[in-house]
């Protein structure tokens, strides 16, 4: 193949919106992002997706749409200084051209604040058209100035089937130099490979066509070849972004939706990925408590065990007791009744301030609180028939006596609401 300097994905960047390929769910007929385009009157936006779905290109070619200067800016390399001087060539554009501008930041989330905020009276005066990109969820990542100036469009990760369109298109455009004998289902792999993600499709085939022998002048492209180019190719996971977060929610709704299976992928999931296994132990430890609770207190000690296995064995051990908790949270009885309990409690502790501890709660270590009533009327459970001193209250006055803890009728929490209820029954035949 003859040495291009420019990696693939960025010669065969397209030019015009014919050429773009995913995000139809935006750039459909009567769509916001369509009629702007048709209009040629664009506005600022954010294009939140994840990486390799077209957030780059769009953002050029609807700065082509428009008619507009279009200047790059990346976060990651830009400073204060670089935006003074995008602002001021935005503005010389708009003062010698009569040409609008659109500012185009890649990864706008690393920006800090007072970064993006040196955007906000040029989006509010209209110097620029602002097109940020991100892979972070907006709403965490930017300002909320920033973000009502602007309008969200979430792209998608892009599907096999648009994958093999980019991949065949690609092919077309190298076979001008040499042919390619690539089978369709190996193609079909590599798409598969690619995770969603335009760009390491392209960036894959180019190092295919690196490994890939030459016959007869014909790069031949088998299964090998390949496998050798995508081992290590780990499907898309951020440790601290949003795509982390997703992924341990759905582990955690699988665990509370009694669905072992689904639960032990997204687990593995997030292993291949590279997510430590101790924080996935310290969320089955979490879901133990909250989703199981009483229901099955063996559940907690089960996640407990799992924590310590892997704290002291390291993987693959500790990782397959993780997964044996995962399997057993998922299957167990659920209930969320002590979750509940605690977060009404802890309401009600905040909203009603320092309420003082009834006098026979108190301990009464010395003469001059035995004298002033500490202690005086409580009467030691233990002395009462069935351990149980029936009648007496712990809440302060202020409150009156609340129930929040209502056991599920599942596994272990049966037991406990009958005998809360036979306590009941004693509480108020002594009333």
Known sequence: MTIQTAPLATRLRPQTFEDFIGQTHLLATQKPLFQAIQTGKLHSMILWGPPGTGKTTLAQLLAKASK?????????????????????????????????????????HRF?????????????????????????????????????????YTLKALEESELLQIIDRAILHLEKQQVIIFD?????????ASDGDARQALNLLELILTLAPIQNNQIIINKNIIQQAIAGNLPRFDKGGDLFYDQISALHKAVRGSAPDAALYWFARMLIGGADPLYVARRVVRMASEDIGNADPKALQIALNAWEVQERLGSPEGELAIAQAIAYMAVAPKSNAVYTAFKAAMQDAKECGSLPVPLHLRN??????????YGKTYRYDHDEPNAFAAGQTYFPEKIGEKIYYAPVPRGLEIKIQEKLSQLKALSKAEN
Do not use: W, Y
């Open 184 to 192: 369709h289902p190996l193609r079909e792999h590599l798409a598969k």
């Open 68 to 108: 507009a200067n279009f200047i790059n800016l990346s976060a990651v390399m830009t400073g204060l200084k670089d935006i003074r001087e995008a602002i001021d060539a935005a503005m010389r554009a708009e003062e010698t051209e009569n040409k609008k501008t659109v500012l185009f930041v890649d990864e706008v």
């Open 112 to 152: 800090n604040k007072n970064q993006q905020d040196a955007f906000l009276p040029f989006v509010e005066n209209g110097t620029f058209i602002f097109i940020g990109a991100t892979t972070e969820n907006p709403s965490f990542e930017i300002n909320n100035a920033l973000l009502s100036r602007c309008r969200i």
């Open 364 to 373: 009464a270590p010395t003469k001059l609180m035995q004298s002033i009533g």
